[in-house]
């Protein structure tokens, strides 16, 4: 079921590129927002726009996707919180299993409820194995799973839960400290996990400033996402996305 943008993903990995991820929760925007959104984005050079969070109460994500598109061809990935979270509307789903966690209902159980509207949805599905890093402020997914994060100063974790997941046929690995973290993951960290996978690597969480995001990109992530600093700052896209642009120059040179 994977197709165009998971290829994509698989050729920044093979090429040792980046590319950058706006965040959206539609619990925070309108979709009349998401019209400014697009233009941000496209203006900035993003790559990929991700929609999704840990709840979405608002009942607005298929209207939030469908203005955007509308005024945008960035690809959107679907970053759900559950299995509600699943819309035809989006280019592709981050089907998504907490792979740091030790809650069968988020490695397999919510899976089984969402199979039949993922099957029927005709999205293209990209296996994740998703893994919590402990990022200094308790995060909304390590309380709904009722799991504990990888901690930050332990690389070695967070490389044997990697290959857990990439042995058991996932897709990418994304490495989240969460929304509000307080530390970002470390480039150490980063740099381990993606230098002994073959599969392509997502990082979030904590990232605030251009340097950060070059940083990552530096390490070794492939995708960097970026939502809490965007939500305060929409003007930040332009800059984050040309960090990213710039570190993909630096490792080609």
Known sequence: ??????????????????????????????????????????DAGVDYLLMGGSLVVAHQLDACIQRFKADSEIPVLLFPG???QVTPYADALLYLSLISGRNPDLLIGQHVVSAPMVKASGLEVISTGYMVIDGGVPTTV?????????????????????????????HVIYMDAGSGARHPISEEMIHKVSSHIQIPLFTGGGIH???????????????????????RDPMLIKELSQATKEATASISK
């Not at 539609?26 to 496209?42: G, I």
């Not at 100063?153 to 290959?163: E, F, G, M, V, Y």
Request: hydrophobic share 40%; glycine share 6%.
């Open 209 to 231: 400033t251009p340097e950060k995001v070059y940083a990552n990109c530096r390490a070794g992530a492939n995708v960097v996402v970026v939502g809490n600093a965007i939500e």
């Open 142 to 170: 390590s309380y709904m799973s009722h799991s504990a994060p990888i901690p930050a100063n332990k690389p070695d974790i967070a490389l044997c839960t990697a290959w857990a997941g990439e042995l058991q046929g996932k």
């Open 82 to 84: 559950s299995p509600a």
């Open 1 to 42: 079921m994977t197709g165009k943008i998971y290829q994509d993903l698989c050729t920044l990995k093979k090429n040792g590129k980046s590319s950058f991820a706006v965040l959206v929760d539609p619990d925070k925007v309108a979709p009349s927002d998401m019209a400014y959104m697009a233009e941000l984005c496209n």
